[in-house]
């Protein structure tokens, strides 16, 4: 019996590493698919892709239809990347419809890409609280900024009253019976200045380098996949000291295909990462076994 809706919340309660697969068509037909994922969370990615929010409804829909998942949740949860950059404040603020948008689909989390400001941060953790939850209110958070009417849509994906919905759609850890985990990709030189005030910022639950578009503002036109450079190798070391510090989850692939997927988990694992991404069902089956996980997928 499940104990909560997001299963990423109680796999990292547990201290258990999470291991993700993205979904590459928005459909019923996959997200029925979808639903028996051997992945702990599935990645649907419109940072680059099209913004299309009916697609990721039937998608929901699928995972619903498809489940419960053999871990006993009614869906593999969905962590999404937004099409806006967290360049500051005021670009979070008026793009702040996408994650309306998002969230009123049924999704359980939101990557933001490029959050190179604390004030950005900041406004996108409001723009995904509704205004009656006070944790981190006057303690590095505004009042949320959610509008009602979204909530049906929402609830009927997790399998909850309207009302509930409400009272447990608050990002997690901040809220600890919140169910949505809120996440950055400080992927930039200008975002690798700010990183610890961001890190920081109450809400967010994980965080990651980006080593593709961080390669790419120091100057390196293809350095996603190491060994890497050592100014790159610095700033990955201090995105997860940022995170270590902030008590967040850091999410890092290791994409050095001259080794075994076990070393690759084993570098992954030894350099403490807790999202462990692209290492696929191989990766994930032996780093499952290595922590002793005992939550079926």
């Not at 990645?43 to 680059?48: A, F, I, N, S």
């Not at 409804?57 to 937004?82: A, C, K, N, Q």
């Not at 009602?148 to 009272?167: F, H, L, N, T």
């Not at 019976?177 to 992927?187: A, N």
């Amino acid at each position: 019996m499940a104990k909560r809706i997001n299963r990423v919340i109680e796999l990292l309660d547990q201290g258990q590493p999470l291991y993700n697969a993205g979904a590459h068509e928005l459909s019923y037909e996959n997200g029925k698919a979808m639903a028996s994922t051997w992945a702990d969370y599935i990645g649907v990615e419109m940072e680059h892709g099209p913004f299309d929010m009916s697609a990721l409804d039937e998608f929901m829909r699928g995972l619903v239809d498809g489940g419960p998942t053999p871990s006993g949740h009614r869906t593999p949860p969905v962590i999404m990347t937004i099409p806006t950059d967290g360049t500051n404040e005021d670009v979070v603020r008026a793009n702040a419809w996408m994650m309306k948008q998002a969230l009123a689909r049924g999704i359980h989390g939101i990557l933001l890409c490029h959050a190179e400001t604390e004030g950005a941060v900041q406004a996108f953790v409001e723009a995904c609280r509704y205004p009656f939850q006070t944790a981190g209110v006057g303690d590095g958070l505004g009042v949320g900024r959610r509008g009602g009417g979204g909530q049906r849509s929402a609830a009927e994906i997790w399998g909850v009253a309207p009302d509930e919905y409400m009272k447990i759609a608050d990002p997690w850890p901040l809220n600890p019976d919140g169910e949505i985990v809120l996440g950055l990709k400080l992927e930039n030189k200008r975002a690798l200045e700010n990183c610890e005030a961001s890190a920081a910022v109450p809400g967010i639950a994980f965080a990651e380098w980006g080593p593709g578009d961080m390669g790419l503002s120091f100057g390196y036109a293809d350095a996603h996949d190491p060994p890497y450079p050592d100014d790159m190798e610095e700033a990955r070391q201090r995105v997860k000291a940022a995170c270590d510090a902030a008590g967040l989850a850091f999410l890092c692939s290791w994409s050095d295909y001259t080794i075994s997927v076990e070393a690759r988990v084993n570098k992954l694992m030894g350099d403490g990462v807790k999202i462990l991404s692209g290492v696929g069902e191989e990766g994930a089956a032996i780093g499952r076994q290595i922590t002793g996980r005992t939550m079926p997928v």
